[in-house]
């Protein structure tokens, strides 16, 4: 599809960028389209990670405020994994490490890629790439974070099963569903690998 950029304006910077563009594509049918006005939100590649100790086969799930899911009338701090910006000029692996230490107070003993995707194409340019991180689970909780981020996280570990059950939740952040998912597919082959 080729797309033609008339106008574009950067509409609001802070935690995220808002820019407006003004466009014409090209059309199923053939031709291009009248010029269309769209807002979208940018940031830079985020990286988001499902901890799993295949050992105790436990997740490692997080809780911190999301303003995205109280501004939905949602509970302000669904279960979730770990995720973040990476760094500029920072791998998604090592992104990924750095998040889940920071998040969890885990360290990777070995990643494992889920996919790359685009997590709202129709309002925002961000990429994610989703993996899963082999760890040593810990007992119980953990409060976590970078106080100077603003984080107040609460790291705590389900039994595999326990995290699957919250699913049923309704309020879990896509990729925490996707990674979950995926973990459900793949768990035997992680845990054969012991």
Same mark, same amino acid.
């Given at each position: 599809?080729?797309?033609?950029?008339?106008?574009?304006?950067?509409?609001?910077?802070?935690?995220?960028?808002?820019?407006?563009?003004?466009?014409?594509?090209?059309?199923?049918?053939?031709?291009?389209?009248?010029?269309?006005?769209?807002?979208? @939100?940018?940031?830079?590649?985020?990286?988001?990670?499902?901890?799993?100790?295949?050992?105790?086969?436990?997740?490692?799930?997080?809780?911190?405020?999301?303003?995205?899911?109280?501004?939905?009338?949602?509970?302000?701090?669904?279960?979730?994994?770990?995720?973040?910006?990476?760094?500029?000029?920072?791998?998604?692996?090592?992104?990924?490490?750095?998040?889940?230490?920071?998040?969890?107070?885990?360290?990777?003993?070995?990643?494992?890629?889920?996919?790359?995707?685009?997590?709202?194409?129709?309002?925002? @340019?961000?990429?994610?790439?989703?993996?899963?991180?082999?760890?040593?689970?810990?007992?119980?909780?953990?409060?976590?974070?970078?106080? @100077?981020?603003?984080?107040?996280?609460? @790291?705590?570990?389900?039994?595999?099963?326990?995290?699957?059950?919250?699913?049923?939740?309704?309020?879990?952040?896509?990729?925490?569903?996707?990674?979950?998912?995926?973990?459900?597919?793949?768990?035997?082959?992680?845990?054969?690998?012991?």
């Amino acid at each position: 599809m080729k797309v033609s950029l008339i106008s574009e304006e950067r509409c609001f910077r802070g935690f995220l960028e808002v820019r407006r563009s003004v466009v014409s594509h090209s059309l199923h049918g053939g031709g291009m389209s009248q010029p269309v006005q769209r807002e979208h @939100a940018r940031s830079g590649p985020v990286v988001a990670v499902l901890p799993y100790d295949p050992l105790r086969d436990q997740v490692v799930l997080i809780r911190q405020f999301r303003i995205g899911a109280w501004a939905a009338g949602q509970p302000p701090a669904p279960w979730d994994i770990v995720a973040g910006v990476c760094a500029e000029a920072e791998d998604s692996e090592s992104a990924a490490r750095r998040e889940l230490e920071e998040e969890t107070g885990c360290t990777a003993l070995a990643i494992h890629p889920i996919g790359n995707f685009l997590t709202a194409p129709h309002v925002s @340019a961000e990429r994610l790439t989703l993996v899963c991180a082999q760890v040593s689970a810990f007992a119980g909780e953990r409060l976590c974070g970078l106080p @100077a981020e603003g984080e107040d996280i609460l @790291a705590t570990c389900f039994d595999y099963r326990a995290a699957l059950a919250l699913l049923d939740s309704g309020g879990m952040p896509l990729w925490a569903a996707m990674a979950l998912q995926w973990l459900e597919s793949n768990r035997g082959r992680l845990r054969g690998k012991l």
